[in-house]
Each structure stands twice: as C-alpha cells, then as structure tokens.
C-alpha cells in the first residue's frame, strides 16, 4: 500500500454549471474516503488526510474545492449544493462505490447536501462541526466581520497554537488567503447558511455520524445536535479538548470514531 500523495485535474461536468476542473490529491488504497474541506483551504485536512490513509485498507480523496488554493471556478459554481453535485459526479467518473463522506465545516455543509442527493455510490457521511444551519437561539457569528485572531479565538480549544501571524505571510500566501475567502463568499453567501437546510435534513437515508468539538464556539454545539436530531437514524458524538477543526486538534480521537462508523457502514 502507498500513502505517497497524488495530485491530479478531473474534469467533472455538471448540469447547469458545465465542465468543472477539480483538482483531486489520492493517498493510499483500498477503502475510499471522501474527505471535504473547510474555509480553512485543504492544508487544513491534509495531515489527517495522510493519517487516514495509513490504515488499511484505506484511499483517500481531498479535492480542492473550485476558487481556493488558486484554483478556477465557473461561474455557475456558485453553490453548496452546486459543490455536492460536482462531487456526486466525480465519484461517477471515478466509478467509486462504498464511498464514507468526511466534510469539516463548510465541506460538512456540502457533504450534508451529498447525503440529500442519495447518491449509491455513497456508504455513509461523517459531519464534523458543519456549518450551514441556521438556529436563531444558537446564532454562529459572522466570519466575515472578525479579525483572523477572532476566528482563532472561537475555532480552537487551544487558540494559541493555530494563531497565524498575517504580518510576517508572504505575499503570495496572502492572495491565495483573500481568493479562499472570495470563494467562501460565493459557495455560502453572507450569512454562511441555508436557512432551509434543516427541514430538508429528514429527507436524507444513508447513514450518518455527526461529531463535534466540544469547544467550538465558530459553530455552536447545538448546530451539531440538530443536525443529528433532524437526519434520521443519525449519531452524534462530542470530542472533548477540540473545537471547530478536530482533524487539527484531536486527529487520533477523530480517526477512531470515523474508522468504527466507516466498518459498520461499509457496502
């Protein structure tokens, strides 16, 4: 088996939108994961993206959602649910089945919208932290008005670990920052919610596993709670000492809980 990671352009064409290029990195064999990305960029799950692929048998797949990293986005690409159809697709082209769907913040907003496509080719979805909900007891803040030390302050269990001194960046990490942002804006609009996401949740079959940082302050606990008392059939578990990122924070704790879901999902 191979952990070495592999980076190649699909071309995923989807109704409405057309020809989407999506650039795909694959580590290992066997077993296929989907794992989904949050605003964060996909550095943000590539460390657990190589965990994973040291079990076995395990393939793992982390696309670069369209507009981050520098990457091109159509202009019709303009949607959570737009994303959800590109991925459903790309499992197609790949002719992938026994898929678990593994989405981190805005990738478990999408990965939530995979789960409502019903997909066959998908086994299970794990939600960690998903943004997406709209709770107006439980209000998430709004990203785009706070300082990246805020966004730190609310993301992690141990903020001072993840700080990222924007002064002393370099130029071109700072332009792929803001185009990362621009296209957050695009996929989650303004508000970073579909207010209508949650009545659409019970109408999702395939099993799915929701966990959560227990101190994620980004997404309050409770969007993590309703998420799994509106999907039916759906667990919720609680990471203590992580918050809105887990794969950062916990990975072992994370593996463990997703490697079990995925073995008792396995088609």
């Known amino acids: 088996m191979t952990t070495e990671a592999r980076t190649t352009v699909m071309t995923v064409t989807v109704d409405g939108v057309g020809p989407v290029p ?12 989907l794992l989904l990305h949050g605003g964060a960029g996909p550095q943000s799950v590539d460390g657990f993206a190589d965990l ?33 159809r590109v991925y459903t697709g790309l499992l197609d082209e790949l002719g992938l089945t026994g898929v678990t769907v593994i989405g981190n913040s805005i ?31 439980y209000p998430a803040p709004d990203f785009f008005s706070m300082t990246m ?61 929701v966990i959560w940082g227990e101190a994620d302050r980004m997404i309050p ?19 203590p000492e992580a918050g809105h990122l887990p794969q950062l924070e916990t990975p072992a704790r994370l593996l463990a809980v997703i490697w079990d879901f995925a073995e008792t999902t396995a088609s």
């Not at 993590?224 to 578990?237: E, H, L, M, N, S």
């Open 149 to 209: 030390d805020q966004v730190a302050d609310l993301s992690y269990y141990r903020p001072d670990a993840f700080r990222l001194d924007l002064d002393h960046l370099p130029d071109q990490v700072k332009a792929l920052m803001a185009g990362n942002r621009a296209a957050l804006a695009v996929y989650g609009g303004p508000a970073m919610a579909d207010p209508g996401l949650l009545d659409r949740l019970p109408d999702v079959t395939v099993p799915v596993l």
């Open 52 to 84: 994973l692929a040291t079990q076995e048998p395990a393939r793992v797949l982390t696309p670069t959602h369209p507009g981050f990293g520098g990457t091109p986005r159509p202009d019709g690409l303009d949607s959570m649910r737009s994303l959800a």
């Open 221 to 239: 606990v409770a969007h993590g709670q309703a998420y799994a008392k509106a999907i039916p059939g759906a667990r919720f578990v609680l990471i």
């Open 22 to 33: 999506v650039t795909l990195t694959e580590r290992g064999d066997g077993r296929p994961f």
């Open 107 to 137: 990738g478990g907003w999408v990965a939530a919208e995979i789960a409502l496509l019903g997909s066959p080719r998908v086994s299970g979805v794990v939600l960690v932290d998903a943004a997406g909900l709209v709770l107006s007891d």
